[in-house]
């Protein structure tokens, strides 16, 4: 059941229906089983997969809790987080470390798997109690709007609000209405339209040469961020329907300034937990200058190996941590010459760009996640790299690709639809759009609505069903 389905709305309806007719243990139980259901409509062995990760994680952490010897208390953390990450590194890595194609990532698996381990190093650490009910952090683990891709929540944020009886507020179940809707037109409307295009053109490169590529890879960015962030804003929206606030994911990120900001703003409950389990330890043991910004590199290696297994995704997080690692090395001399051609006069016009220059720095990873292996990198870079003197609109090439892939009139209004989204975006920076959408008139209000429901209608790629971080 895919957010952007419809079976998966009926399912919601009714949960949300039943949630409210319940109160405390009864309905924490229903939310319970609704999150498996939830889980095994895709398959029913993965039911047996998260209480396998449940059951270990909550043994693990009832006797760390209990044990006051800290080298058994390190033994235990050990063999609590051997499961989720031993499931992890099987189905995640099996296929290639085993060679055998048959080891199909479990949906979601990465995502809870780091959710649980979080919960156990906060226990090993003192910073929050473990939980003495099976059944409450099994609802922590499992909890449907965020089971499948995030956001990563901590046990201290989450599991407090699981154990309220939120009450009906008609407010929320707006908000959480509208999350949903700006969820449903990133995803169908930008991310599924402009998918074809990218996939297309990074699908045969010696094609579609020069600017196609060139725009493919900068779609490629919006592709990815309006479908996480989709996802996301739907998670987010179920979940405040149901009275739970989940973390923010995503805060604008093609307005950072520098690489380092960027990360601030994109996927940042992933960013949080390594900077918090993994950069932190390791900079407070190893924390000259130096040491710390290998520690970036490790960790972003990291990154790159979680997101999979491949040369492209290994060779991603290196390169981002090493542009991280340039940009702290680069500080005095850029603020130097940005002083000296007096761009520190105008700081709007130099954070511009520095935002454009941030944008374009970043999507050289992008061609390196894209391409899978460093041979289909300079196969593509090759691409790139050709025919950029033609013009754009009178290239063969791209007008071959219009006939044969892509409706003219769709893809250009996806394009004024990620120029209308930086707008919005760009009021947010200035203040939250939903307190003042609420104070323009009613006819304003509705409109906006309205033209959203319309360009999921008019717009909107329908054919293509799955997420494109359930890959990861």
Known sequence: MPFNSAPFFVFFAVVAAVYYCLRGTLRRAF?????????????????????????????????????????????????????PF????????????????SILLPLGLSFYAFQSVSYLLDVYDGRIPAERHFGLLALYISFFPLLTAGPIERAGKLIPQLAADAELDCGRIASGLK??????????????????FVSAAYGDPDRYRGLPILLATMLSRYQIFCDFSGYTDIAIGCARILGIDLSQNFRRPFFASSPSDFWRRMHI????????????????R???????????????????????????????????????????????????????VGLTRWPGFHRALQSVFTFFLLCLPTVLAR??????????????????????????????????????????????????????????????????????????????????????????????????????
């Open 86 to 101: 031993g499931l992890l590194t099987y189905f995640k890595y099996g296929a290639v470390l085993l060679s055998d194609a």
């Open 269 to 284: 409950t992933l960013v949080g937990w390594f900077r918090d389990y993994v950069l932190f330890p390791m900079s407070r």
């Open 371 to 472: 391409s899978g292996s460093w041979a289909g990198f300079r196969r593509i870079g090759s691409g790139l790299c050709a025919g950029t003197s033609a013009g754009f609109l009178n290239a063969p090439a791209f007008r071959g690709f219009f006939s044969a892939q892509q409706d003219v009139v769709q893809f250009i209004a996806a394009l004024v639809m990620i120029a209308a989204m930086e707008c919005v975006h760009g009021l947010q920076a200035r203040t939250p759009i939903e307190p003042w959408l609420a104070r323009k008139p009613w006819p304003l209000r509705w409109a906006v609505y309205y033209l959203l429901v319309l360009a999921l209608i008019l717009f909107g790629n329908f054919n293509a069903k799955t997420f494109y971080y359930f890959q990861f």
């Open 179 to 196: 999350l949903i809707l700006c969820g449903l037109f990133k995803k169908i409307v930008i991310a599924d339209t402009v998918a074809v």
């Open 31 to 83: 939310l319970l089983l609704a999150s498996y259901v939830f889980y095994m409509s895709w398959s029913p062995s993965y039911g047996l997969l998260l209480l396998a990760t449940t059951a270990s994680v909550y043994l693990a952490a009832r006797v760390i809790a209990w044990s006051r010897v800290r080298s058994a208390r390190l033994a235990l953390l050990v063999c609590g987080m051997a499961v």
């Open 286 to 340: 190893f924390s000259s200058p130096w040491q710390i910004r290998c520690n970036i590199v490790l960790v972003f290696f990291l990154v790159g190996l979680w997101h999979g297994p491949t040369t492209g995704y290994i060779l991603w997080g290196l390169l981002h941590g090493l542009i991280l690692v340039g940009e702290n090395l680069t500080v005095g001399p850029r603020r130097r010459l940005a002083a000296a």
